[in-house]
C-alpha cells in the first residue's frame, strides 16, 4: 500500500474497512509526519496525541466488537482529522488564536465535531486561526502564523489557514473550517486544496465561538470534493441548540452524479473579473470553465450588479455583530482577567490586554456602527444593501444552476506582505464575501497554478440547500483534472 | 471623514477597551479610512429595500420550553477566573 499519507480520504476509509491498516496505524503515521512537518509549518495551536491514540484505540477495539456482532460500521470509525480551534472539542482547549482563551477548556461538543465524533473520528488536534477567525492570513493569530506548504514564505490563507494547510501538507486527510467572509474558501484556494462553505442554516453553529453570527458558517477542507462532501453529509442537520439551523432534508450526493453535467447552466459574473485581478488567476479560472463547457455545461454571463458593496456591508455587519459577540469576555465567567480596582476596571483591562489588535480594530469599528446617531446610516444601511446581494442571488439562480468564480484577486502573498494596512487585507476578501452575506453555499477547489507554482482556485456558489450541485460539478472537473492530486514537495 | 481622538476614545469606552495612546492615534486613523470607504454605501438609495437581517427564511425559532441536563455548577466554574462557594467571583461593583 501506498505511503498512508497519501491516501484520499475515501481511499483511507476503504482501507480501515479492509482491515488493511488500523486506525492506531494511520494515527501513528499522521501523528509522526506532523512531528516531522509541524515545526517548518506551523499548522497547530494544540496537537492532542495522547487523545488521538487512545481514540484509535477505542476505534479499533470498536470496529473488532461489532465485526464480530456483524453489526454496521460508523461512517469515519477511526479516521483522523484536524479542527479549526474555533469549534470546541469538549475537554480539548480552545483558543480561538486569542490570548484571552489562552486557558479555555470547552465543557462541551460542538454539534458538528459531535456528529463527527458519533461517527468515529479521532481528534489530532486544533489548527491555528486568525484571532476570533476575523482575517485573511492567519497572521492574526496569538499562536504564530502558519507558513503555506507550497512556499513557505507566503501565508495560507485565513482564518482557517492552519486547517487548510495541514491538509495540503497532508498532516491530516480533512479538516474543519469556519467561513464567515471566506475562511474556508480563501485559505483552500491558497493552499490548494478542496473546501465547502455550507449553506447558512445548513450546519449547526452551536460550539462555533460566535464572531458575525448572521455569517458565521461551519465547513470542511480535504483533497477532493467527494472528500469534502464525504465529510460535510455527517456534520449537516438541524440542531435546536442553534436558532437559525433549518430543518431541511440533504439531497442525494452530488460526486454520485457527477458522470453527466449536461445542460446545467453555470454563470460567469462579470463583476468578479475586474482590473487589479491577477492575469494568471483570471486565465486558470478561465480554463476551468472551459473544462466544465467542454463536459457538456452551459456557460451564461451573467452579473451580480451589487457585488463592489459587498466589501463596505461586510465591513459594517461583521464588527458590528462582533462587537456584540465579544462582549462576553469580559472576565468574569472564562477567560483571562486582569484585575486592579472595580468591575469596570477589570472589563476594560482584560480586554484590552486579551485581544490583539484586528480584534480590537472590528470591535471600535463595530460598537461605532451601532452607536447612537449612526446605526441608521451605517448598520441600517448596510443591512438593506445586504438585501440587494441576495436579490442579485436570487435572480441569477433563476437563470443558472451555479455562479464560477474567482476566490481571491491574487495568489498566497508573502508572510507581513499587507504590513499594518488592515483595509488592504480587507481587499483580499472582495470575491468571498457576497455568498456569506446572501447565505449560499459556497465550494473551492484547486484549478492550477501561477508562475511561481502557487495555487488558484475556483469557487462554484450555489442556491440555498444545493450544495449537491455544486459536488457534482467540482466532482466532474475534478475527473476530468489532476489539479486536486497535486502536492507540495516537502 | 476624520474621527477625532476624543470620538475614538469615547468608542473604546463604550466597548470596554482599555487602549494605549499609541492604539489610540493608530486606531483614528485606520478606522477614519475604513470608514470613507464605507461610505459608499451612502450614495445607493435605499428608501424602498427592507432590511436584511436573517437571509434564509424560516426565521429564527424558540425550541419547546422543555427542561434539558445542561452544565452542571462545577463544569461552569471551571473555566471561571475566581469563583468562590459556587458562584463567580468579580471586583467590587459599587465604591
Redesign the interface.
Known amino acids: 500500500m501506498d505511503a498512508l499519507h497519501t491516501l484520499s480520504l475515501k481511499e483511507t476509509l476503504q482501507a480501515l474497512n479492509d482491515g488493511q491498516v488500523s486506525s492506531l496505524e494511520l494515527t501513528r503515521a499522521y501523528l509522526d509526519r506532523i512531528e516531522k512537518l509541524e515545526p517548518q509549518l506551523h499548522t497547530f495551536i494544540t496537537l492532542t496525541p495522547e487523545l488521538a491514540i487512545s481514540m484509535a484505540e477505542a476505534a479499533d477495539e470498536k470496529r473488532s466488537q461489532l465485526k464480530k456482532n456483524g453489526a454496521s460500521m460508523p461512517a469515519l470509525l477511526g479516521l483522523p482529522m484536524a479542527i479549526k480551534d474555533v469549534l470546541t472539542v469538549n475537554g480539548v482547549r480552545t483558543t480561538c488564536g486569542s490570548r484571552i482563551l489562552e486557558?479555555?477548556?470547552p465543557?462541551?461538543n460542538a454539534t458538528a465535531v459531535q456528529h463527527l465524533l458519533d461517527e468515529g473520528m479521532v481528534v489530532l488536534g486544533k489548527t491555528n486561526t486568525d484571532e476570533f477567525a476575523m482575517g485573511s492570513s492567519t497572521e492574526n493569530s496569538a499562536y504564530g502564523v502558519t507558513h503555506n506548504p507550497w512556499n513557505t514564505e507566503c501565508v495560507p490563507g485565513g482564518s482557517s489557514g492552519g486547517s487548510a494547510a495541514a491538509v495540503a501538507a497532508r498532516l491530516a486527510p480533512a479538516a474543519l473550517g469556519t467561513d464567515t467572509g471566506g475562511s474556508v474558501r480563501q485559505p483552500a484556494s491558497f493552499c490548494g486544496v478542496t473546501g465547502i462553505k455550507p449553506?447558512?442554516?445548513r450546519v449547526s453553529r452551536y460550539g462555533l465561538i460566535a464572531y458575525g453570527s448572521?455569517l458565521d458558517s461551519a465547513g470542511v477542507l480535504a483533497h477532493s470534493a467527494e472528500d469534502v462532501e464525504i465529510i460535510f453529509r455527517l456534520m449537516a442537520g438541524f440542531d435546536?441548540r442553534d436558532?437559525?439551523s433549518?430543518d431541511r432534508p440533504l439531497e442525494d450526493a452530488g460526486c454520485a452524479k457527477a458522470s453527466d453535467i449536461k445542460g446545467l447552466r453555470v454563470g460567469v459574473p462579470r463583476e468578479y473579473f475586474i482590473e487589479g485581478i491577477q492575469p494568471e488567476v483570471e486565465a486558470r479560472v478561465r480554463e476551468a470553465i472551459a473544462v466544465l463547457k467542454e463536459q457538456g455545461a452551459e456557460i451564461v454571463e451573467i452579473s451580480l450588479p451589487h457585488t463592489e458593496?459587498a466589501?463596505?456591508?461586510y465591513?459594517?455587519i461583521a464588527p458590528a455583530e462582533a462587537?456584540a459577540n465579544l462582549?462576553r469576555y469580559?472576565?468574569?465567567?472564562?477567560?483571562?482577567?486582569e484585575?486592579n480596582?472595580?468591575?469596570?476596571?477589570?472589563?476594560?483591562?482584560s480586554?484590552?490586554?486579551g485581544?490583539g489588535?484586528e480584534v480590537?480594530?472590528r470591535?471600535?469599528?463595530g460598537?461605532?456602527a451601532l452607536?447612537a446617531g449612526y446605526y441608521d446610516?451605517?448598520y441600517?444601511?448596510?443591512?438593506?444593501?445586504?438585501?440587494?446581494i441576495?436579490a442579485d442571488f436570487d435572480q441569477a439562480f433563476e437563470r443558472v444552476d451555479v455562479v464560477a468564480a474567482p476566490i481571491a484577486p491574487t495568489t498566497a502573498f508573502k508572510i507581513g506582505g499587507h504590513g499594518?494596512d488592515?483595509?488592504a487585507m480587507?481587499l483580499e476578501d472582495v470575491f468571498t464575501l457576497p455568498a456569506n452575506?446572501?447565505?449560499v453555499p459556497g465550494l473551492a477547489f484547486p484549478v492550477g497554478f501561477d508562475g511561481q507554482h502557487l495555487p488558484v482556485g475556483m469557487q462554484l456558489m450555489g442556491r440555498?440547500f444545493q450544495e449537491s450541485t455544486l459536488f457534482r460539478m467540482a466532482h466532474a472537473y475534478q475527473l476530468a483534472t489532476d489539479w486536486h492530486k497535486q502536492s507540495p514537495s516537502l | 471623514m476624520t474621527l477625532t481622538l476624543k470620538e475614538?476614545e469615547h468608542?473604546?469606552l463604550?466597548?470596554?477597551?482599555?487602549?494605549t495612546q499609541e492604539?489610540k492615534e493608530?486606531?483614528q486613523q485606520?478606522?477614519s479610512?475604513?470608514?470613507d470607504?464605507?461610505?459608499?454605501?451612502?450614495a445607493?438609495d435605499?428608501s424602498q429595500?427592507?432590511?436584511?437581517?436573517?437571509?434564509?427564511p424560516?426565521l429564527?425559532?424558540?425550541?419547546e420550553d422543555e427542561a434539558l441536563h445542561g452544565?452542571t455548577t462545577e463544569?461552569?466554574l471551571?473555566?471561571?477566573?475566581?469563583a468562590e462557594k459556587d458562584q463567580?467571583r468579580?471586583?467590587?461593583?459599587l465604591?
Open positions: 486557558n479555555f477548556v465543557p462541551f449553506t447558512y442554516g448572521s435546536q436558532s437559525t433549518i458593496y466589501l463596505p456591508v465591513y459594517l462587537s462582549a469580559d472576565g468574569v465567567r472564562f477567560g483571562l482577567r484585575e480596582g472595580g468591575v469596570i476596571d477589570m472589563f476594560s483591562k480586554r484590552g490586554k485581544f489588535p480590537k480594530r470591535i471600535m469599528l460598537t461605532y452607536s446610516a451605517y441600517g444601511q448596510a443591512q438593506k444593501v445586504r438585501t440587494l441576495k499594518d488592515p483595509l480587507y452575506l446572501a447565505g440555498p | 475614538v468608542i473604546a463604550l466597548a470596554r477597551l482599555e487602549l492604539e493608530r486606531y485606520q478606522l479610512d475604513i470608514l470607504h464605507v461610505a459608499q454605501l451612502q445607493l435605499t429595500i427592507k432590511t436584511a437581517s436573517v437571509v434564509q424560516p429564527a425559532r424558540l425550541r452544565l463544569q461552569a471551571k473555566n471561571a477566573p475566581s463567580f468579580v471586583p467590587p461593583v465604591d
